[in-house]
């Protein structure tokens, strides 16, 4: 049983906490970072009936309790051994802003005082969040504001989990769709995501279908053709910002380690052996990446694959990259690409009269300072 215990303790906490002395603050296990069969080999190992992992996953993953106390079906001996073996509450919203277009962008505080930011948008076809996989970013593009501070570190399955069990239980709305797009390079968190993505749409939990979950990267090559083995079907969305090397490097320092053409080769071997389209996000950043000429030389880098290309008016951030493209030059811009028979569209922009742009609501509020919109409930 100990090993066993060591084992999964070892899988349910890849971001184990520390003091500033590099002491471990926490040596129960992270029960909801546990996959259903991981659940049953835990709940075997300490001695109770199999058939109780099938109510233990469900009371964290379908119900969303935040205690064992909620777990009525079972004994309270069995919630009093959880309590003193396993962890169950990962993050919790500590502040919630809503724009008038029906957008909500919530800050959680994680168990180790960090945060991190979660963004729901509500769309005639159900309800979609954006969720953070890091606290902060290494990744450096000089227009975002998530990279502000570097990677403090990448999160634990249960954490990216939990903003959508917050979400939800704050809300009372079932998730439809969601979106890797938050705070973090995803795919610098790869193990975590993975696991995350695959305990998401399990039927056991959630079974939110992997082709309504979208994961956006800035292009880490390497991560990107792992990905094509997970034998997974969701969408896959290359933060490319620019149609050649020299502009991107200007934009972002990924661009000094993985050329264009890399990722080009990258996503054409996804998309041969997947059978899936590949998005690119376009964020349109004026005088710097919107010119005709911009838009010529994007359709000749794209020809012939079969991707779409989503422009996305730049959330201008203090102290960041550039203004946001002028309304008639992304227009032009979505024309130009049009004309060489490039499937495009324009992001729809939502929250522009709250923290919209990524990483600003959390950077407000380091050091655990808020304001007065702080949730309440």
């Given at each position: 049983?100990?090993?066993?215990f060591l ?5 349910s906490?890849?971001s ?7 002491d471990?603050?926490d ?13 049953k ?6 001695g109770?009936?199999a058939f109780?992992?099938?109510?233990l996953?469900q ?11 909620e777990?009525t ?15 169950i ?8 802003q ?5 957008t909500?962008?919530f800050l ?6 960090n945060?991190?930011?979660?963004v729901?948008?509500k ?10 996989t890091q ?15 570097g990677?403090?570190?990448s ?18 709305e079932?998730v439809s769709n969601?979106i890797?797009?938050g ?19 399990d039927?056991?939990?959630?079974n ?5 979950i ?8 390497d991560?990107?053709k792992?990905?094509?083995?997970e034998d ?17 490097r ?5 661009a000094?380690?993985?050329s264009?053409q890399?990722?080009m ?11 899936r ?38 959330n201008?951030?203090?102290?960041r990259?550039?203004?946001r ?16 028979h ?7 922009e ?10 600003q609501?959390?950077?407000k509020?380091k050091g655990?300072k ?8």
């Amino acid at each position: 049983m100990a090993s066993l215990f060591l084992a999964l303790k070892k899988q349910s906490d890849k971001s184990l906490k520390m003091t500033q002395d590099g002491d471990r603050l926490d040596e129960k296990i992270d029960i909801k970072s546990l996959n259903f069969e991981e659940m049953k080999a835990f709940v075997q190992s300490i001695g109770v009936q199999a058939f109780r992992s099938k109510q233990l996953y469900q009371w964290i993953h379908q119900r969303l309790v935040t205690s064992f106390d909620e777990m009525t079906n079972l004994s309270k001996d069995l919630r009093k051994k959880l309590e003193e073996t396993c962890t169950i509450h990962s993050a919790k919203i500590v502040q919630r802003q809503t724009s008038s277009d029906g957008t909500n962008k919530f800050l959680m505080e994680l168990s180790d005082g960090n945060f991190v930011e979660s963004v729901l948008m509500k769309y005639k076809h159900g309800n979609s969040v954006c969720i953070s996989t890091q606290v902060g970013c290494r990744m450096g593009c000089r227009f975002c504001a998530s990279t502000v501070g570097g990677l403090i570190r990448s999160l634990k399955t249960s954490e990216m989990l939990d903003q959508i069990y917050e979400i939800q239980r704050t809300t009372g709305e079932r998730v439809s769709n969601v979106i890797l797009m938050g705070i973090g390079e995803p795919l610098d968190n790869y193990d975590n995501v993975v696991r995350f993505i695959r305990m998401l749409s399990d039927e056991h939990g959630l079974n939110i279908s992997q082709r309504n979950i979208t994961l956006s990267t800035c292009g880490l090559v390497d991560r990107l053709k792992d990905l094509v083995k997970e034998d997974l079907t969701i969408t896959v969305a290359i933060s490319l910002h620019a149609p050649n090397d020299t502009l991107r490097r200007e934009m972002m320092p990924i661009a000094n380690k993985y050329s264009i053409q890399e990722i080009m080769d990258a996503c054409r071997y996804y998309i041969d052996k997947t059978k899936r389209r590949i998005t690119f996000e376009y964020s349109m950043v004026e005088g710097k990446n919107d010119s005709k000429e911009n838009a010529i030389e994007l359709a000749n880098l794209l020809k012939g694959m079969n991707c779409h290309v989503n422009l996305i008016p730049l959330n201008p951030v203090e102290g960041r990259m550039g203004q946001r493209s002028k309304r008639n030059n992304i227009e032009e811009f979505k024309f130009t690409l049009e004309k060489y028979h490039t499937n495009v569209t324009i992001r729809r922009e939502m929250g522009r009269d709250i923290d919209a742009a990524c990483g600003q609501l959390r950077n407000k509020n380091k050091g655990g300072k808020l304001h007065e919109s702080s949730c309440k409930d």
